[in-house]
């Protein structure tokens, strides 16, 4: 029982809701206890809910409201992409947006390779079987 | 000389989420009395308010100047409405606002602190707070004053707690919504956890 992932300056977070879903962006600053100045690469400083953020385990070391170059450096610097593209939970998000994105060709070619594996996974099965009988 | 200040700075596209739909604007209003043959140049005044829109800063202008001086709006000219927006809307600032308000029993006055990137947004979360925590209507509100207020002289608690560089706390009830309001359903398939 302990909490580990705390709303802190340098705090990386995914947007869960509203116009900028599925962003990471960084807690730069608290405004109160319900809101949060957020700020990513890509977009214009601004005020979130904290009920539109899901706080990740990736924090970066940064002072509270740094400029942007600050920002990007330190974002660099912690390599926050590159966790988070090999984290678990980003994994699953990316595979959800390929998945999302395909046309009927690639889902054809998806069922043609899912056929496939099953096919070697039965043959490896008989394999152990008549082995073990 | 008609104090002609257009104030306007336009800030590009600067998202800033308004947790409630009342958004109320800062303007300032300026007007006088109608040139008449005993005077014919009248003295000009110039407010700053806050309401949701010009139309409505324009006759609360009225109402204040009426209390003021000897002048109502059929015999008075407003010169210039201008909005009013904020500088620097990426930056924290706490504001402490005067006000006057009428209770059931009277007029009191009132000084509260709020914490916001935007003095629009201070002024949203006073008349907010007045109405739920005193039940007062924003007509019976009159701002006196507002200012932005530097982190040492902050009077409230609820404000200078988070003047904290290593604020740190963590998110104790975690409510799981649907990413938009088109994929809510009434009924679940299973309990959500609550937890972190």
Not at chain 2, 33 to 59: C, F, Q
Request: charged share 30%.
């Amino acid at each position: 029982m302990g909490f580990k992932r705390y709303v802190e300056i340098g705090r990386v977070a995914l947007i869960n809701y509203g116009k900028d879903y599925g962003k990471l962006v960084v807690i730069v600053d608290v405004v109160d206890q319900n809101r949060a100045l957020v700020d990513a690469p890509d977009m214009v400083r601004s005020q979130l809910n904290f009920k539109r953020l899901t706080l990740t385990d990736i924090k970066i070391d940064i002072n509270r409201v740094p400029r942007k170059k600050t920002l990007i450096e330190a974002m660099e610097k912690a390599d926050v992409k590159g966790k988070w593209e090999s984290s678990s939970w980003g994994r699953k998000l990316i595979v959800q947006k390929k998945r999302a994105s395909l046309n009927d060709f690639d889902r054809f070619k998806v069922m043609l390779a899912k056929i496939k594996r099953g096919s070697l996974v039965r043959q490896e099965l008989a394999k152990l079987k008549k082995e073990s009988a | 000389m008609i104090e002609g200040l257009f104030v306007g700075l336009l800030i590009g596209s600067i998202c800033v989420f308004s947790f409630l739909f009342v958004q109320y604007h800062q303007y300032q209003v300026v007007g006088r009395a109608l040139p008449t043959e005993s005077d014919g140049h009248p003295k000009i005044y110039r407010m700053k308010l806050w309401n949701t829109n010009e139309v409505r800063a324009k006759s609360k202008f009225w109402y204040f100047l009426r209390k003021l001086k000897k002048v109502k709006k059929s015999n008075g000219q407003i010169l210039a409405i201008n909005e009013i927006f904020e500088k620097n809307p990426t930056k924290i600032n706490n504001y402490g606002i005067w006000l006057r308000y009428q209770s059931r029993t009277g007029y009191h006055n009132m000084y509260k602190e709020f914490r916001d990137t935007t003095l629009n947004g201070a002024v949203e979360q006073m008349y907010s707070e007045m109405a739920s925590r005193h039940r007062v209507r924003s007509p019976c509100i009159q701002i006196i004053k507002t200012a932005t207020i530097p982190a040492k002289l902050c009077k409230r608690e609820s404000t200078k707690q988070f003047h904290n560089s290593k604020i740190k706390f963590p998110l104790v009830f975690k409510k799981v919504r649907p990413p938009t309001r088109k994929l809510k359903t009434t009924y679940k398939a299973s309990r959500p956890n609550l937890f972190v």
